[in-house]
Nanobody, 123 residues
Framework: QVQLVESGVGLVQAGGSLRVSCAASGLTISSYAMGWFRQAAGKEREFVGSITWTGSTEYAMPVKGRFSISRDNAKNTVYLRMNSLKPDDTATYYC?????????????????WGQGTQVTVSS
């Protein structure tokens, strides 16, 4: 059974930084791309960024230059580092395992999701 568990619940002031982790169990993630999504209250889930099994990354425009994704395959863990946080970044953040490489930036490309972790940025 595949499980993804995020950690790093955070309340941070605007301009601050936070790192969220996603630990996987039940399979080895080294051969998979991993994605991060977020969902703010009353809004649809949106793509934040992704990292391929080779370590290539891509990011959504609202977070490009501020967020970075990395992975430690030895720990079976993916990280989302968030810098220069803004109140608009407030959301529940989810990591997910990509199972359809042609759909890396949309939720339908992912079958396994973490439970989500809340990030709140105060102004």
């Amino acid at each position: 059974q595949v499980q993804l568990v995020e950690s790093g619940v955070g309340l941070v002031q605007a301009g601050g930084s936070l790192r969220v982790s996603c630990a996987a169990s039940g399979l080895t993630i080294s051969s998979y791309a991993m994605g991060w999504f977020r969902q703010a209250a009353g809004k649809e889930r949106e793509f934040v960024g992704s990292i391929t099994w080779t370590g290539s990354t891509e990011y959504a425009m609202p977070v490009k230059g501020r967020f970075s994704i990395s992975r430690d395959n030895a720990k079976n863990t993916v990280y989302l580092r968030m810098n220069s946080l803004k109140p608009d970044d407030t959301a529940t953040y989810y990591c997910a395992l990509n199972s359809r490489p042609n759909y890396i930036s949309v939720p339908k490309g992912y079958d396994h999701w973490g439970q989500g972790t809340q990030v709140t940025v105060s102004s």
